[in-house]
Nanobody, 116 residues
């Protein structure tokens, strides 16, 4: 199957930036890649998504501040102008096809904490 390894989380102050990365291994053809986040005690929400052809979509809460990109089987999330509401565990998600069956996998999560 697919193994995902995330990196890049940390503690920053409001207004600063972070760059998350998620490397997928175990399969050569990855379809869409996305980032989600989950604040403490809240549900996991979608943040950004990028298609195999680099078409991107963003949650309105991060539009204009976050940029998703991909290179081979690695997806990145550049986060600028961070604010405390961006605090949470960030998870990457990737999709692929196993013949005609859609599959997906989650990364282990990386903590992002933004102090005011």
């Amino acid at each position: 199957q697919v193994r995902l390894v995330e990196s890049g989380g940390g503690l920053v102050r409001a207004g600063e930036s972070l760059r998350l990365s998620c490397a997928a291994s175990g399969r050569t053809t990855i379809d869409a890649m996305a980032w989600y986040r989950q604040p403490l005690g809240m549900q996991r929400d979608w943040v950004a998504r990028i298609s195999p052809r680099n078409n991107t979509n963003y949650n309105d809460l991060v539009k204009g501040r976050f940029t998703i990109s991909r290179s081979d089987n690695t997806v990145h999330l550049q986060m600028n102008s961070l604010n405390p509401e961006d605090t949470g565990i960030y998870y990457c998600n990737v999709e692929w096809w196993d013949y005609d069956t859609p599959k997906s996998a989650w990364g282990q999560g990386t903590q992002v904490t933004v102090s005011s």
